[in-house]
């Protein structure tokens, strides 16, 4: 659903979100009492209060994370300087300890690991900027991949997101100021969303990495067969057959690829693939998962600069045998969906759960 105008965001949506977290601390006592009330009745150990226990974190860091901000634009002269360096630093400051207070939440109430795999970020060459290209499926994988390289790898990210997250509060005031763009998928002209990406790129520093899913949304068996459909629709059979053969991810657009490479000439490349909750797509399959006790793996490639090739069809041939190996790599680690599950695509029930090494706790945690 597209936002509300950004002067109705700041005087309505955020006093609420505020007014709930305060609402939500003074009563807790009467709800903690009714969800262990209510728990026997519902399947899952403590269920209902493990979700009321995030959604009082979620609404006590959004209370925080916007009197903070209202603070620092007040210190910026009103809004003058907040996009001035030392402020834009302390919103990263702000940013990455608010993601790292959900994530522990987060992984100890819903029993969650995660094991990075591959060439991390750290091993790059210091100094220099990345693209990093990553899958979309499940719940959560931007936080999740925007909090690793903030807190795990010391990288101001940049990202390209749906404009439907400006609902969100703290979402909308906090990235806003710093240097991402919204989009709206379908809704704008392509080459819009292109020129936004572009400009994003361009300004990429030595500590900046920019976040891109190419997929353009989370994956889903129906996105799966449209995005076929329409690959046939245009003529592009030789594509709409060698996406048929990837049943776990979505046909990459490259047009938003191809102008980063172009506005960043020096930057490497950060391939992203990671599975262990991309079968939740809904917020009924997360609830019923609670609590999840799993691990998700995330294996990155680094693809130096050197190996990017020249000239828009080869790049457009690198980037999709790139999305072919990502999901043989999702194939070959997917758990094994349990009994009675639908897969959440077509062949995902095929690979069973493998061997692999022991689970090892991300860098820094």
């Known amino acids: 659903m ?6 109705l965001r700041r005087v309505l949506l955020a006093p609420v979100v505020m007014g709930l977290a305060l609402v939500l601390v003074g009563t807790a006592p009467v709800w903690v009492v009714l969800t ?3 728990s026997p009745l519902v399947p899952g150990f403590l269920r209902p209060l493990r979700l009321l226990w995030l959604t009082t974190v979620y609404l006590l860091v959004e209370l ?9 634009w007040l210190a910026s002269g009103f809004g003058w300087r907040v996009r001035g360096p030392l402020f834009q630093r302390a919103h990263y400051r702000l940013c990455g300890r608010a993601m790292r207070v959900l994530y522990r939440q987060a992984r100890w109430v819903l029993r969650l690991h995660v094991r990075i795999e591959g060439s991390a970020p750290d091993s790059v060459p210091p100094g220099r900027p990345l693209l990093v290209l990553s899958r979309h499926a499940g719940p959560g994988d931007s936080f999740l991949l925007a909090h690793a390289l ?6 101001d990210p940049r990202i390209v997101l749906k404009d439907a997250l400006q609902w969100d509060p703290s979402i909308d005031v906090l990235l806003n100021r710093l240097p991402n763009r919204f989009i709206a998928p379908g809704r704008e002209p392509a080459e819009r969303a292109e020129s936004e990406i572009a400009s994003l790129a361009a300004g990429l520093g030595r500590h900046d990495a920019l976040l891109i899913f190419p997929e353009g949304g989370n994956f889903t068996p129906r996105r799966w067969e449209r995005a076929i459909q329409r690959l046939s629709a245009l003529g592009l059979q030789q594509m709409a057959t060698r996406a048929r053969r990837m049943h776990n991810v979505l046909p990459p657009h490259p047009g938003g690829v191809l102008a980063a490479l172009d506005a960043a000439p020096d930057a490497d490349v950060i391939m992203v693939g990671h599975t262990g909750v991309d079968h939740l797509l809904t917020v009924a399959d997360v609830w019923r998962a609670l609590p999840m006790d799993k691990t998700i793996i995330m294996q990155w490639w680094l693809v130096p600069r050197a190996e990017v090739p020249a000239g828009d069809e080869a790049r457009i041939e690198w980037l999709y045998r790139w999305w072919a190996r990502i999901d043989m790599w999702i194939e070959s680690h997917r758990p094994a969906v349990p009994t009675g599950a639908e897969p959440a695509a077509p062949g995902a029930g095929r690979a069973g ?3 692999r090494r022991a689970p090892q706790p991300p860098p820094g945690e």
């Open 64 to 72: 925080v994370a916007l009197v903070v901000m209202l603070a620092l």
């Open 150 to 155: 903030i807190n795990w790898y010391d990288r």
């Open 2 to 7: 597209r936002p509300p105008p950004r002067w």
């Open 353 to 355: 759960l493998r061997r």
């Open 36 to 38: 262990l009330a209510g």
